[in-house]
């Protein structure tokens, strides 16, 4: 079964250094998004992406973030300076065209800034 | 605006009885929605979907669902649970924008 995959599973940063997540969505997928998940809160809609432009994005992803897909596969999220309320999990997600296309979800990559 | 509310954080329950999980939403357009299952340090998955159709929705280990319109519910059950059920049930959304509306989570907790 096609799977959205992310690494790594758990990355520590101190606070003010760049991290990059990866995620490798399903490949005939066409919307990719990012969530976030602070411990014990909600899943948080970050951004989406599709036809290689941001289609989406809450009011948390503020400067200190972007995305990009460099090449055919992978999708990333980076943080430029982060803090340490940046600490979450992070989930990328994935779906097809139609509109009723179900989001799959990675595993999550856990972010713990120091 | 659209939104999520799971009425419940934590549900504790024996096993072999029977539990429902509390969804209400709010939008102004037509919904989608969802139940996603997050077992321990794991990733989210779908448990079921009602995107048009019939309004009980069914998943494969039990588990169902019932959109209601009028009443803007989608009640999460299962008429016998597991050990194996415990995890963080997350409702959700989608409307007009593709992305995902998520409630706050219910822990559901089987007891032996």
């Known amino acids: 079964e096609p799977e959205v995959t992310q690494t790594p599973s758990h990355q520590v940063t101190q606070m003010g250094q760049e991290v990059i997540l990866r995620c490798v969505p399903i490949?005939?997928?066409?919307?990719f998004y990012w969530y976030r998940q602070i411990l014990g809160q909600k899943v948080e809609f970050l951004v989406s992406?599709?036809?290689?432009?941001?289609?989406?994005k809450s009011e948390i992803f503020d400067d200190q973030f972007s995305v990009e897909r460099p090449d055919g596969s992978n999708f990333t999220l980076k943080i430029r300076s982060t803090k340490l309320e940046d600490s979450a999990m992070y989930f990328c997600a994935s779906s097809g065209e139609g509109r009723d296309s179900l989001a799959f979800f990675g595993q999550g990559t856990r972010l713990t800034v120091v | 605006a659209q939104s999520v509310t799971q009425l419940d954080s934590q549900v504790p329950v024996f096993e072999e009885a029977p539990v429902e999980l509390r969804c209400n939403y709010s939008?102004?357009?037509?919904?989608?929605l969802f139940w996603y299952v997050q077992y321990p340090n794991q990733g989210l998955q779908l448990l079921l979907k009602y995107l048009s159709g019939s309004t009980l929705v069914e998943s494969i280990n039990g588990f169902e669902a019932e959109f209601n319109k009028s009443q803007t519910s989608f009640h999460l059950r299962k008429p016998s649970v597991h050990i194996s059920d415990t995890a963080e049930y997350f409702c959700a959304l989608s409307g007009s924008a593709r992305q995902l509306t998520f409630g706050s989570g219910t822990q559901l907790t089987v007891l032996p």
């Open positions: 490949s005939n997928h066409l919307y």
């Open positions: 992406f599709y036809n290689n432009e941001i289609s989406e």
């Open positions: 939008s102004s357009v037509s919904v989608y």
